[in-house]
């Protein structure tokens, strides 16, 4: 009770002194701090809430070294100055000037100690001494330390801080803060149920968990007031987290449709199911990689653009492996597309080889263009730019996908074949150069979907392997022959996993999706839009 | 009636077979256990459980062969059921441990009591008892087959829909026996094995009788298939497979015939699974990798599908292969193995193709090497076991292009050699494709 009364008493002498003129301050000062190295834990509590109020900007540093032990008395002069371990002597320095003080060994000096207690104080005391400092970032962490502690003894500062406050954001922290430490004094009713609403209104997983722990302590008039608040920012919760898992499973979808699109293409077409095509992937994250490499090493300053360079790249190069395929492999496997599955299952063993014996079975460091990195929110959601940027390359290759189906010559005989191939090779289109085409361009789309995975994932040889499974799931699910129908089946997966990722987990949520597109086929054989056709099935 | 089954069903090829697998069975063991040491003739200790497990292999490839080379079903899940045998046989093998286990804990395995189970779970229970064991080392794996044959071929999923979903299945079954509460010890699966009916699973003379008994079940399960396919039903697999429409159409449940063809396909998988697990002394979740499933496949084509004897030869050949590469570093042997396969591809599809191989298994060493000079200044071959992905690869591209009926079909059409028109013959289209408006195709037996 003393040590309470001891440190109102020391709260309101420090509030008085601290418009005393800046000289007489500055006098003072040394010999304040030199109080901190004298008497037990109250005295130097006492000294420190003195300190505190001088609102000096030395004090900071001073209190965080004593916090972390690095705080020393000098037993001979009695001073007390910040030491630093230099081999077997501490050098020491003074905390007021910051000049060399000489060095000293152990059994010279008396460290300050400080109990838990004190510890927390020190804390509450230097994020009060930041609430004013001119820096916005510190006075948001001051502001956030504050929340943390809610030491009713800072309610003064912090209301003449807030005053002063423009910022929004800091803003609203210092007035969660407020409502805190108000619900936690002493304060009427009146004024604290205006303190639930505040908090309620916040209605992050903070203010939840601040009222949840207000909720024991709290009068019994008040304590429904507290629950409905609870309760609120529960619901709120709720839907940011929905909307969240929604983000996440949009997110999902746009990497399964990079990954499925190409798959589906060649599917589609040539009725042959291509397993090196997330070794397409691979190469094309590969891609990325070298001509990062090739930036960095001839044009730094490019180094923002890489993925402008890399895109068309990897768009090229893949087609042209693809073409190479094609061109001996699998089109003397035609009519036989189990053949083909062995075949290209070979080839990616082969390649995740190649790509081990020229890089080393180690990840490759792909880094981002800075514009791809960090985050930002809205509302309660937090979306990353890469994943943004993700989301809108899928759409653009779909986009520009769907143009070339629909739109262009090659698109048109693509059509034709994948509808009638003996007809459309009667009609004179040349079905092995269009064969040809569409798997280069399929696995070209492989290629720039490997250019946006780098991002993401680790680029390693078995960068293809992790995405196959899935990318047949979408092309099964979604049906051959119609983009559409890999754009819904990559949603409905990605968006389905993400959901079901919170109740079950994600293995078990994976799982779950497996079994259901297993049950799914047996519906629709065909996926859900299936090209309809009145030839009879081999 | 039965009797009628099995001598129709032991043609020439099934007798000679049969016959060959039984003195395996029985001079295995004899080498390794009454033939001294130091005799060249003697087979070492490390060797028997390794043939064990290259004729269950065997058995796999011919179970596969079943639905893929009779029945036109190319399942990408086979290894799932094999798994799930060697599984029924691994919780058999763990509940006789007993109080031997690290925890000694008398009726809980060693991984509950790390993951602090109170008390078996009740899927676990039986599995004390060989009988129960035993039997469901048939049950789950035909069950499963069952279940999702069932559905499959109801609703008419076939082709590629079918094998990737057959790929879905075995990858669902990997990521949840991964799982440390499925109650199958997760990641590390179940070993540590101690006791078979028994008798000490390590034993020189236990590894013998399981050896004699992965042949007579090999040989059991080329009875069981010989008589399949030898038999009316046999008939209609293979109708089915060439053009399953019009089998359908002539009246026959297609369906049931795959379903039938499917689940027993699936127990012969299991009991190659089954006597596989205490050969090798563990079976973890990686079994169910899509990629083993795969590689089956691939013993079978190699092999020759559609053929009793083309799968157990391309299962032995390719995993003997598998072993002189992994395992050993003679370049010799692997040369050789190289050099042989070129033959065959050269004897079968001419000495273009065989020479392309060549050149294919020359270019990779001489452009690795040629890598290594670039980089560091000094010629390097590449180590064996890092060309094995490649030697797999290969065996993948080239078997499906030049060698689409095995190794058995290369016997075969020495036997044709002289009626080349025959051949010529078949290979113009169907008049199914016809009608479907498929381009004529090189091999219309898919």
């Not at chain 1, 152990?106 to 009060?128: M, P, Q």
């Not at chain 1, 002063?164 to 407020?178: G, N, V, Y």
């Not at chain 1, 992937?281 to 300053?301: C, D």
Request: charged share 15%.
């Amino acid at each position: 009770m003393t040590n309470r009364i001891l440190r109102l008493i020391a709260v309101l002498f420090a509030l008085a002194l601290s418009p005393l003129p800046a000289l007489a301050q500055a006098n003072d000062f040394a010999v304040m701090v030199q109080a901190l190295g004298q008497g037990g834990f109250p005295d130097r509590e006492a000294a420190m809430n003195a300190l505190v109020a001088t609102g000096d900007e030395r004090v900071p540093p001073i209190l965080q070294a004593m916090s972390d032990g690095t705080l020393y008395l000098r037993k001979s002069d009695q001073r007390v100055l910040f030491a630093a371990k230099s081999g077997s002597e501490f050098k020491l320095t003074d905390p007021v000037d910051g000049s060399d003080a000489g060095t000293a060994v152990s059994a010279d000096i008396e460290k300050i100690k400080v109990n838990n207690g004190l510890r927390g104080k020190i804390r509450t005391a230097i994020g009060t001494m930041t609430l004013l400092s001119p820096d916005s970032a510190s006075r948001l962490s001051a502001a956030q330390s504050i929340l943390k502690n809610a030491d009713p003894a800072m309610l003064p500062l912090l209301d003449s801080a807030l005053a002063a406050e423009t910022d929004p954001k800091i803003k609203s922290t210092m007035d969660l803060a407020r409502a805190v430490i108000v619900l936690k004094s002493d304060a009427v009713l009146d004024d604290k149920r205006a303190a639930v609403d505040t908090i309620a209104a916040h209605g992050d997983q903070a203010a939840q968990t601040v009222l949840v722990n207000a909720l024991a302590a709290a009068p019994d008039e008040l304590k429904p007031v507290i629950q409905t608040g609870i309760d609120a920012i529960g619901r709120n919760l709720q839907l940011w987290q929905v909307a969240q898992n929604l983000l996440y499973g949009v997110s999902l979808s746009s990497v399964l449709l990079l990954a499925a699109i190409g798959l589906s293409i060649t599917f589609g077409v040539m009725g042959i199911i291509n397993m090196a095509h997330g070794e397409m992937v691979m190469l094309g994250a590969y891609t990325t990689f070298v001509v990062q490499e090739l930036i960095r090493n001839f044009a730094p300053g490019l180094m923002d653009y890489s993925l402008a360079f890399a895109v068309p790249a990897a768009f090229l190069f893949t087609a042209l492996v693809g073409i190479a395929i094609e061109r001996g492999i699998i089109r003397w496997l035609y009519g036989r597309p189990l053949e083909t599955l062995l075949a290209t299952w070979g080839l990616s063993l082969a390649l995740q080889q190649v790509v081990r014996t020229l890089f080393g079975p180690t990840n490759q460091m792909v880094s981002p263009p800075s514009w791809m990195t960090g985050a930002f929110d809205v509302g309660g959601l937090s979306i990353t730019w890469n994943r943004l940027w993700i989301v809108v390359f899928a759409i653009a290759v779909f986009a520009i996908l769907q143009l070339v189906l629909n739109r262009t010559a090659l698109g048109l005989q693509m059509r034709a074949v994948t509808q009638n191939r003996r007809m459309a090779s009667s009609m004179g289109i040349r079905t092995p150069f269009v064969d040809a085409m569409t798997f280069g361009l399929g696995s070209g789309v492989a290629g720039m979907a490997g250019v946006a995975l780098s991002q993401i994932d680790n680029v390693s040889p078995n960068l293809g392997q992790g995405y196959i499974i899935d990318s047949f799931m979408v092309v099964v699910f979604g049906g051959v022959g119609n983009l559409w129908g890999t754009l819904i089946g990559a949603l409905m997966l990605g968006v389905g996993n993400k959901l079901l990722e919170p109740q079950f987990g994600a293995v078990l949520g994976k799982i779950i999706i497996l079994v259901l597109i297993i049950l799914f086929i047996q519906w629709r054989p065909r996926g859900l839009f299936a090209l309809k056709g009145r030839s009879i099935e081999q | 009636m039965i009797t009628q089954l099995i001598l129709r069903a032991l043609d020439k090829k099934a007798i000679w077979l049969v016959a060959v697998l039984a003195v395996i069975a029985i001079g295995v063991p004899v080498l390794n256990l009454v033939v001294p040491e130091g005799n060249p003739l003697h087979i070492p200790n490390y060797a028997v459980p390794l043939f064990g497990k290259y004729l269950n292999y065997a058995m796999l490839a011919l179970a596969l062969d079943l639905v893929w080379g009779y029945c036109g079903i190319l399942s990408l899940g086979h290894a799932a059921f094999f798994a799930l045998g060697a599984y029924a046989m691994g919780m058999y093998l763990m509940r006789q441990i007993g109080a031997r286990g690290v925890y000694a804990n008398p009726t809980l395995p060693d991984f509950m009591v790390f993951l602090n189970y109170k008390e078996l779970p009740w899927f676990w229970n039986g599995f004390d008892m060989w009988w129960f064991a035993f039997a469901m080392v048939l049950i789950v794996p035909g069950l499963l087959a069952f279940v999702f044959g069932f559905l499959a071929f109801r609703s008419r999923v076939t082709g590629v829909y079918l094998s990737i979903i057959t790929q879905a299945m075995t990858y669902a079954l990997l990521l949840a026996f991964f799982r440390n509460d499925l109650g199958f010890g997760g990641n590390n699966g179940l070993t540590d094995f101690k006791d078979i009916l028994g008798v000490n699973v390590q034993a020189a003379t236990t590894r013998a009788a399981l050896f004699a008994a992965s042949a007579f079940a090999l040989a059991l399960a080329v009875v069981i298939c010989s008589a399949i396919v030898n038999s009316k039903l046999g008939k209609v697999m293979v109708a089915v497979r060439d053009a399953e429409s019009r089998t359908r159409f002539l009246g026959y449940r297609v369906d049931n015939v795959k379903l039938f063809a499917f689940v027993v396909s699936a127990v012969l998988a299991g009991i190659a699974g089954a006597l596989y697990a205490p050969q090798v002394g563990i079976i973890n979740p990686s079994e169910f990798e899509p990629g083993n499933s795969i590689e089956v496949v691939i013993w079978t084509a190699v092999g020759g599908r559609g053929t009793i004897v083309g799968p157990i030869i391309g299962a032995i050949v390719v995993n003997l292969t598998k072993s002189i590469f992994t395992s050993g570093s003679s370049y010799i042997a692997a040369g050789l193995v190289i050099l042989i396969f070129s033959g065959i591809v050269a004897v079968a599809s001419g000495w273009t193709k065989g020479l392309i191989v060549i050149a294919a298994s020359i270019a990779i060493p001489v452009l690795y090497g040629l890598y290594q000079l670039a980089l560091y200044g000094s010629f390097k071959l590449p180590a064996l076991s890092d060309v094995w992905l490649y030697a797999l690869g290969g065996l993948f591209i080239f078997t499906t292009l030049f060698l689409p009926k095995g190794i058995v079909g290369l016997i075969a059409q020495w036997r044709t050699m002289t009626t080349k028109r025959e051949q010529h013959d078949r290979n113009a289209p169907s008049p199914a494709d016809v009608e479907a408006g498929v381009d004529p195709q090189p091999n219309p037996a898919e």
